[in-house]
Every structure is written in structure tokens, then in C-alpha cells.
């Protein structure tokens, strides 16, 4: 017969389904919500609601004022306060029941960032003269937000805690670290992106960077595969970073060719304004493969022989 501690000891770390299907939607909610931002963006729609938390002194404008680029700002400004309400449910789930610290403490660090991004998002429309300096490090929070929605789906998974049979990570490179540097550049290439398309930097960094990131994802996937091509989990993504990689480079190209053709535009047309937003996506699914591939490389892999084995023989003792 079970004690209570064994009892107590498993419910600690069985799985919610609830908390884990609420980060998927956060996840799904953030991807589109960066979609509605890449589109204020694309239309130069962010000066259109002049005032800041309310549109035009409502909560709920009025029909008569949902129209041309307000229609843009205002939808960005409803899902993202959808965003905010999701991610508050998800840390009041995650407090009430789920034992683990780490998923407590990362729902509530999600919630710090919706707070941030809310803020910054209030002094870029207080103080539209300095929306080259706070736009790039609105898009930073966003991506890294998306990021954290992304762990926040793996670390609440079933399988994320199941316990699995080390792999050796002892050559050189280091796979677990490769993949911290991929996620460090791609995120300081949506940022410069974000800075092209605010107009704060020019479009040499933004190219400068993609080459750089192009080599280390190619880099870290080929890596991957060539080491660990016999786990599912790993191999999947790298495969998914490759794909995601070449669709982006043909985005960036097209985005950037409509650009130089669109510039005498009085405003902003079609195909630009749908090259740019999936360029941004794109941007976004590749950064959210990354960090999930960096979870799954720190969670399987190890440098230590050692520790290996101490985890091939925990995983041989029956609960």
C-alpha cells in the first residue's frame, strides 16, 4: 500500500493537461498577436490611435471610428489585451496547481513581460517622437515572450518530464551551447530587423545579421542531425529549423525587392505589406523552434559520462 509522501511525490509531477493547453494558446494568441503587430507595422498604423490605454477615450470604440488604419492598431490592441488575460490565467493555474517551481516561476515571469510589453507599447504612443528607439525594444519583449510561450508548452507536456536515457554532448562543438548562441542571434536579428523597419537603423546590419544567423542555424542543424539523428525529438526540429530558415530568405529577398519598388508609394501596398508580415512570422516560428531544440538539447544531452549512467540506471528503477 502507497503512503501519502508516494502519493504526493506523484501529483507533483503528473502533468495538468488544463495549464498545458492554456500555454498552446498562449502560444497560438502570441503568434498572432505578432502577426497584428507586423501588420500595424507593415501599414504604418502605429501614430492612428492617438491615445493610450483607452482608443479615443473609449474601451470599445465606436463603429464609425474602426475604419482604414485604425482598424489595424485597434485589433492589435484587443488581442494583445486577450494575450494579457491568457497569461494571467495560466500563472493563476499554474499557482494553484502545479507544484513545480520552475513552471510557477516562468508563468510568472510571463506575466511581467505582458506587463513590460503593455507599458512600452503606452510610452510608444505618449511618445511617438521616440518610436525608433522603443519600437525595436518592443519587438525584442514580443519575440521573447513568444519564446517563453513556446517553454511554457514544452515544460508542461507530459513528455517533457518522462524520464530518458542521457545522450553524450562531449565534442567540440558543444551542442547544448550552439544552440544558446543560435537563440541569442536570431533574437538580435529580429531586433535589428525591427529596427530596419521602424526606420532606427539602416538595412546593412539587418543583412549582416541574417548571414550570420543563416550560418549558425545551418550550423546547429547539421549538428544535430549528424549527431543525434536517432531521437524523434531532436531531429524534427532541426529539420524544422532548415525549412523555416530557406522559406525566410526567400521572404527577406521578395520583402526587400517590393520595399525598393514601393517607395515612391503614397502608402503602403500589397505584395509588400503581405511579404513583410510573413517575414516576421516566419522570424517568429524560427526563434520558437530554436528555443525549443536548445530545451530538448539541455533536457537529453549531457557532458558527463558519469552522469549518463547515473541517469540510464534511475531510468532502469521501477517507481
Known amino acids: 500500500m502507497k503512503s501519502k509522501d508516494d502519493n504526493d ?20 494568441m502570441t503568434l498572432m498577436l505578432l502577426v ?6 507593415s501599414n504604418e498604423a502605429g501614430d492612428s490611435v492617438p491615445d493610450w490605454p483607452l482608443s479615443f477615450g473609449r474601451w470599445v470604440i465606436q463603429s464609425s471610428h474602426f475604419v482604414a488604419n485604425v482598424r489595424y492598431e485597434y485589433s492589435h490592441r484587443v488581442i494583445a489585451a486577450a494575450v494579457g488575460v491568457t ?23 510571463a506575466v511581467a513581460c505582458v506587463l513590460a510589453q503593455a507599458m512600452l507599447g503606452g510610452v510608444r504612443v505618449w ?16 519575440q521573447s515572450f513568444f519564446g517563453l510561450a513556446v517553454t511554457l508548452v514544452l515544460v508542461t507536456s507530459a ?9 553524450e554532448d562531449a565534442r567540440f562543438p558543444s551542442t547544448r ?38 550560418t549558425l542555424v545551418i550550423w546547429t542543424a547539421l549538428t544535430v542531425l549528424h549527431r543525434y539523428s536517432v531521437d524523434p525529438h531532436l531531429r524534427r526540429l532541426a529539420e524544422a529549423m532548415l525549412v523555416l530558415l530557406f522559406c525566410q530568405i ?5 520583402a ?30 524560427i526563434l520558437g523552434s530554436v528555443v525549443a531544440l536548445t530545451l530538448r538539447c539541455w533536457r537529453t544531452l549531457s557532458a558527463s559520462r558519469e552522469r549518463i549512467e547515473q541517469t540510464e540506471e534511475a531510468c532502469l528503477v521501477t517507481p
Not at 526567400?250 to 521578395?254: M, T
Request: proline share 5%.
Open 250 to 254: 526567400g521572404l527577406g529577398v521578395l
Open 36 to 41: 497584428a503587430g507586423a501588420l500595424v507595422t
Open 127 to 142: 511618445f511617438p517622437d521616440y518610436k525608433p528607439l522603443i519600437a525595436p525594444i518592443h519587438a525584442l519583449v514580443a
Open 256 to 285: 526587400y525587392v517590393a520595399r525598393v519598388n514601393s517607395q515612391f508609394d503614397a502608402q503602403p501596398l500589397e505584395p509588400m505589406i503581405s511579404l513583410t508580415v510573413g517575414h516576421v512570422v516566419v522570424g517568429a516560428l
Open 87 to 109: 497569461t494571467v490565467l495560466l500563472a493563476m493555474r499554474a499557482w494553484t496547481r502545479e507544484r513545480r517551481p520552475v513552471i510557477r516561476g516562468l508563468a510568472m515571469i
Open 159 to 167: 513528455d517533457w518530464w518522462k524520464r530518458k536515457r542521457s545522450k
Open 9 to 28: 511525490a506523484r501529483d507533483a509531477v503528473m502533468p495538468d493537461r488544463v495549464l498545458h493547453r492554456l500555454a498552446i494558446l498562449l502560444a497560438l
Open 177 to 214: 551551447w550552439l544552440t544558446v548562441i543560435t537563440v541569442c542571434a536570431v533574437l538580435m536579428q529580429l531586433v535589428l530587423g525591427a529596427g530596419f523597419r521602424h526606420g532606427a537603423l539602416a538595412i546593412m546590419p539587418h543583412v549582416v545579421g541574417a548571414v550570420v544567423v543563416a
